[in-house]
């Protein structure tokens, strides 16, 4: 089973800076990897698909990038309502997997 | 719209079995996969398994496997997962999403709690 491991756990910044949130698998996914934002109590929200597509909807500060092993989500400056966990998820093969989570929190 | 909407919360006691229902609308439900995901207390997103409404195929994660079913009724578009043998490890918020290959799991249900307590 493909593993995904992210980092840092806790990015700790403030209104209008740069997010940059690494994911990494175990063997290459090639570019089967979607990034979620998740609140709490609400439903997953599929921010980018394919590794680099923005799903519908989505604000063009985030962007994402990398294929193989190595993944980055970009929110170019974060807006108040940006602070929330954000996941990535593989589907190269069954079963698919999430990542454990990085929560982006006002310093 | 597409809306996915799913079954209230509910409480079970240990070595019960629960079954929760999402029912799809707005969209042709046999051309699109119906995803599980759940959330435990605390803890991340867990992905539970797929299933095809066109042919039910399924797939289920190995941790579940011998423990959940997955089915689809076409007449009603609604969508079911039954988790058996719960213990207090399955308590979590159930979440079912429309699937596409081409652009993921795109539209997510509300979330269905399930307790389990003795």
């Known amino acids: 089973e493909i593993v995904l491991t992210q980092s840092p756990a806790t990015l700790s910044l403030s209104p209008g800076e740069r997010a940059t949130l690494s994911c990494r698998a175990s063997q290459s996914v090639s570019t089967y990897l979607a990034w979620y934002q998740l609140k709490p109590g609400q439903a997953p929200r599929l921010l980018i698909y394919n590794a680099s597509n923005r799903a519908t909807g989505i604000p063009v500060r985030f962007s994402g990038s990398g294929s193989g092993t190595d993944f980055a989500l970009t929110i170019s400056s974060l807006e108040p309502e940006d602070f929330a966990v954000y996941y990535c998820q593989h589907r190269f093969n069954w079963p698919e997997a999430f990542g454990p989570g990085t929560k982006v929190e006002v310093k | 719209q597409v809306q996915l909407v799913q079954s209230g919360a509910e409480v079970k006691k240990p070595g019960a079995s629960v079954k929760i229902s999402c029912k799809a609308s707005g969209y042709t439900f046999t051309k699109y996969g119906i995803t599980w995901v759940r959330q435990a207390p605390g803890q991340g997103l867990e992905w539970m398994g797929w299933?095809?409404?066109?042919?039910?195929?399924?797939y289920s994660a190995q941790k579940i496997k011998g423990r959940v079913t997955l089915t689809t009724d076409t007449s009603t578009t609604t969508a079911y997962m039954e988790l058996r043998s719960l213990t207090s490890d399955d308590t979590a918020l159930y979440f079912c999403?429309?699937?596409?290959?081409?652009?993921?799991?795109?539209?997510w249900g509300q979330g269905t709690l399930v307790t389990v307590s003795s």
């Open positions: 999403a429309r699937d596409d290959s081409s652009t993921w799991t795109d539209y």
């Open positions: 299933i095809s409404p066109y042919n039910g195929y399924t």
